[in-house]
């Protein structure tokens, strides 16, 4: 892929086509990134960065015609530091970038990296946010599967959608997300289904076994319960979210609000008294408590602030329905 990168790169330049040019050089940063060379790939980005503008840039990672209705991609900023995991789901996700970081290492010895993911857990644990951590470190647009477009009232169309999706894979490298997996990998045999489920669901299996491009492959969903289960088979590495516990909160806090001067005493208290919360309602009622500060004219976050957002009825009310469950 790379010989024909380099092509693309010196047809540009003889041609004198600038677009192409930084085309082609964004093209092999990716490739290097692929191939685990992420310093490389960072290096190769910030010099065309640096070139000049003389014409319309294309972004690779964003899919045009008719990919463009069911994928939305773009590279994303966020890294390890940026998400708290449980201590098995970090050593999980750090052993994923080890390995495909270093995938010419492992295929001298027949062996490829892991690289298709299943997330499950409650709505609002992190499992998004997770795709683009990977998609971050790896230096990979993250590709987002559209499952509103995938699914067409034509019989058919929706599993064809899904090759289309897969044959992507091996041209544009990146990370693939199918957010709510379960709407497209339901059990088979499901009564309400007239068999247009069934023929996707299988669809989905061979694709998935024959994929061999080098893409990281993540499907998310907030019922694992609800999934066929020649579907667990096929994913390399399972992992697990639930919601936050009391220290997941506190360090949420303080990732947070790691502007701020806040006593750590104070935010193991609110922490104790948000149990109960998801990531998600943790990370809107701390930004509810900088916009009262903001909207207040200080540059300071008090105690108060926090105070009034983590008990607004809204969130007690997100506390109360998860308490429940």
Known sequence: MRNEILKQLLTAHVDGDDAAFKKAALQLASAESTAGHIRVAED?????????????????????????????????????????????????????????????????????????????????????????????????????????????????????????IFAEMPRRPGIYLFDEFDSIAKARGDSQDVGEMNRIVTAFLQLIDSDTSNSIVIAATNHAELLDRAIFRRFDVIVPFSLPTANQIEATLKLRLRAFDLPTSFLREVARSARGMS???????????????????????????????????????????????
């Not at 490829?112 to 499950?120: A, D, G, I, N, V």
């Not at 300071?300 to 997100?318: C, I, K, N, S, Y």
């Open 44 to 164: 190769l980005r910030q010099i065309v960065a640096k070139m000049p503008r003389r014409a319309t840039i294309v972004d690779i990672a964003q899919p045009r015609g008719e990919l463009g209705d069911v994928l939305e991609g773009g590279h994303r900023q966020e890294r390890l530091a940026d998400i708290v995991l449980t201590a098995r789901s970090r050593s999980l996700f750090e052993r994923v970038l080890q390995e495909n970081r270093s995938r010419e290492r492992l295929e001298r010895f027949s062996v490829s990296p892991r690289r298709k993911l299943l997330f499950h857990g409650p709505p609002g644990c992190g499992k998004t946010l997770g795709a683009a951590v990977l998609a971050g470190e790896m230096g990979l647009p993250l590709m987002t599967v559209r499952l509103d477009s995938v699914f067409s009232r034509f019989l058919g169309a929706t599993a064809n959608h899904l090759r289309a």
């Open 279 to 325: 990531f998600a309602d943790v990370g809107r009622s701390s930004d509810d408590a900088i916009r009262s500060m903001a909207l207040a004219g200080r540059d300071q976050l008090t105690m108060e602030d926090v105070e009034e957002a983590f008990g607004r009825p809204q969130h007690r009310e997100a506390k109360r329905r998860r308490s429940k469950r």
